[in-house]
């Protein structure tokens, strides 16, 4: 895996803030020179990354198409970092199983794309979670954005009040810390021991070191507000002379540190453009050679608050420094009880108490640079694999051609592929000799689940009615009082006969078309408790004496041959799949012992022998999403994904002045983080 390099910017930052604690820390020099020396190392293997969502909205009804924008920003300095190329946003549902996938490519405008809602989805609160493949490196600091479909929902910030009252009877801690008005006093209550023991402080803000040095019962550690460059989570690591950490605490401090205020002035221009307002967003803290980087919308007012669910202030210093800690409201910046809630979390995003003994090590996912397709090449017979055979690909549509060769393992890999979703691929192998009488395998990508727990929540507005066009009644018309259309059709067409009634998971045509699957593994994934391994499906449980065996497939009622690859059925074919497993599987009889995956085809005659083992695949992969323009609605006139400079003009509607309020996110070149929401009033 190659080191990947940092940004200038980033590095410059980073090495000044360094730099500045070696004169301010009262420590040994050798100590303190190798423990920068291995932070900084650290750094550089594993650059670590967060992402944000800012919606167009966030409350939506099924059918309407969220427009969203992605700030990607290195996690230790909040800079837009340019490592990764691609986002993934995903819709979860109640249930967190994921509705859509969409992939996003950066472009000028940065990570912005959107997400249909599939019609006829129930009411909830659904959740956006945005992930590069480099942050799967560390798990438990989940990146979510909470929104709600058929009604107005706040978020409640109280997601630890279970562990209050151990929080409360909390044991015997070594470590005191008390924040003042100015400065922070650390002291350690080492009353148990009559010797005066002498300890290490290691004090840290997203792994950049504030303080390293020595600490006792005698003597206490003050910092003044001016000496503390960073705000956020810190970390108070007690350690002993090995460098073995003894305790740590969390404390959430001076997060105005980290902001960049920003006034925003409206008036309405009787001259030039009358009827309408002109609107200034500057900020006056800005420094030399320091822009910013916005996303804004212009919603209506409403009567659901602008703080009651999280910000991309809340997000960056709280919720992704904190482990299993998915999303809080913008209120927990100002809860009083917010530092009472760290004392029941735990960090381990930087792995300092690995790094100050010198363990340092990479993500063992790479930084994705481009899309890539892989696979393997192997006999028909015994599955051995193929050397040096001769695999190529061709994407018809867009004109692109490649060939590549098999190593030792018969394994192959399409490097530097950029196309948009829906490109369609075809792969085909052959010895070196040239002989078609392989098999070929192809690689899935691999998409985690998300496995955590949601933030509580409860209904604010019961907001049923779809706000996405208005009805404009011309003369001499009637409007006819509210028609409401009632189907008999079963809600999934999956359900239509005995054995799909008694599947335990069931997709129907309708589900197939909105998750946009493209194939059968890719939408088998989404099953809870069934893993896709080398081509082959296994439900959770199903292991035998000889091991585990994966589940028997079916088509059209029809058992195949273990070896059958399910790639050779095109999704666009597929009208249901079912899966039974557990005691649902009895109606498949003992061949089903292992976990059934039902798959009935649109015509229904599937031939089996029609379809032998073959070296060609067609298929389709998550190829980057194009974005769409726009389109203003009665909820949200105004959505500007990006705008980039040091000040901006807007010229709106007078009507929006009384009902409308503008929402600001976003994060300046020297990355301070923006937020603002306020109304648009002269």
């Known amino acids: 895996m190659k080191t990947h390099s940092l940004t200038p910017v980033y590095m410059r930052k980073l090495l000044f803030v360094i730099l500045l604690v070696c004169f301010q820390a009262s420590l040994f020099a050798q100590t303190n020179n190798v423990l920068l020396s291995r932070i900084l190392r650290q750094v550089q293997l594993f650059p670590q990354e967060k992402t944000y969502i800012f919606t167009d909205a966030e409350n939506y009804q099924a059918g309407q198409r969220i427009h969203l924008r992605v700030f990607l920003v290195n996690a230790v300095v909040h800079q837009s970092d340019s490592i990764s190329r691609y986002v993934y946003v995903e819709l979860l549902n109640t249930e967190r199983l994921v509705v859509k996938r969409v992939r996003l490519i950066r472009s000028d405008q940065g990570f912005v794309g959107y997400i249909d809602i599939p019609e006829g989805v129930a009411k909830g609160r659904y959740v956006l979670r945005s992930y590069t493949k480099n942050m799967l490196n560390v798990s438990q600091y989940e990146s979510l954005k909470s929104i709600f479909i058929g009604g107005q929902g706040k978020l409640q910030s109280n997601k630890y009040?279970?562990?209050?009252?151990?929080?409360?009877?909390?044991?015997?801690?070594?470590?005191?810390?008390?924040?003042?008005?100015n400065n922070v006093r650390v002291k350690v209550n080492d009353n148990k021991n009559a010797i005066n023991t002498d300890y290490l402080l290691l004090i840290h803000c997203r792994s950049i070191p504030i303080y390293f040095g020595k600490i006792s019962r005698e003597k206490d550690v003050i910092l003044n507000y001016d000496s503390l460059s960073q705000g956020g989570v810190y970390s108070f690591q007690l350690l002993d002379a090995n460098l073995n950490t003894i305790e740590e605490k969390l404390k959430f401090l001076y997060p105005e540190k980290e902001q960049c205020p920003i006034s925003v002035e409206c008036f309405e221009d009787d001259q030039v453009n009358k009827g309408q307002i002109s609107c200034f967003i500057k900020s006056d803290s800005l420094r030399e050679d320091e822009t910013m980087d916005v996303s804004v919308r212009i919603e209506y007012a409403g009567a659901s608050s602008s703080d009651v669910n999280s910000s991309i202030l809340s997000h960056l210093l709280y919720d992704m420094d904190v482990a299993d800690c998915p999303e809080e409201p913008v209120s927990v910046l100002l809860n009083n009880k917010t530092e009472q809630l760290l004392d029941s979390c735990h960090w381990t995003r930087y792995r300092m108490t690995d790094v100050i003994k010198g363990e340092c090590k990479k993500g063992k996912i790479g930084v994705e640079k481009s899309a890539v397709i892989r696979g393997r090449v192997e006999t028909l017979i015994g599955h051995k694999p193929i050397k040096e055979g001769v695999v190529n690909l061709i994407s018809p549509d867009k004109g692109f051609y490649a060939v590549t060769k098999t190593d030792v393992y018969g394994r192959f890999s399409f490097e530097g592929l950029d196309f948009p979703e829906g490109t369609q691929y075809v792969l085909n192998a052959f010895t070196k000799a040239g002989k078609s009488w392989v098999k070929l395998l192809l690689d899935e990508e691999d998409f985690p689940s998300y496995k955590g727990q949601l933030p509580p929540f409860e209904w604010i507005g019961n907001d049923t009615i779809r706000v996405d066009a208005t009805v404009n009644l011309p003369k001499g018309s009637i409007q006819m009082e509210e028609v409401n259309v009632f189907s008999h059709q079963p809600s999934y067409s999956s359900r239509s006969d005995a054995y799909a009634r008694n599947a335990d998971f069931s997709f129907g045509l309708r589900d197939i078309e909105s998750i946009g699957a493209t194939c059968l593994h890719e939408l088998l994934r989404r099953v809870p408790s069934v893993t896709v391994e080398f081509g082959k499906c296994y439900v959770r449980g199903g292991v035998t004496i000889n091991g585990k065996r994966p589940a028997a497939i079916a088509i059209d009622g029809i058992f195949v041959d273990n070896n059958f690859d399910l790639d050779n059925i095109q999704m666009a074919d597929v009208e249901r799949v079912d899966v039974f497993k557990g005691g649902s599987t009895v109606i498949w009889g003992t061949i089903g012992g292992m976990g059934v995956i039902s798959i009935t085809t649109k015509k229904g005659d599937f031939k089996t022998p029609s379809v032998p083992l073959t070296n060609t695949k067609t298929f389709t992969t998550l190829g980057y999403q194009i974005p769409h323009r726009y389109t203003p609605n009665t909820h949200t006139p105004v959505w500007l994904p990006s705008l980039r400079g040091k000040s901006f003009r807007l010229l709106l509607p007078t009507e929006y002045g009384l009902?409308?309020?503008?929402?600001?996110?976003?994060?300046?070149?020297?990355?301070?983080?923006?937020r603002y929401a306020g109304g648009l009033r002269k």
């Open 161 to 181: 009040r279970n562990s209050l009252d151990d929080i409360n009877n909390n044991t015997y801690s070594l470590l005191d810390i008390n924040r003042l008005e």
């Open 659 to 674: 009902n409308y309020r503008l929402i600001i996110e976003g994060i300046t070149s020297e990355g301070r983080i923006i």
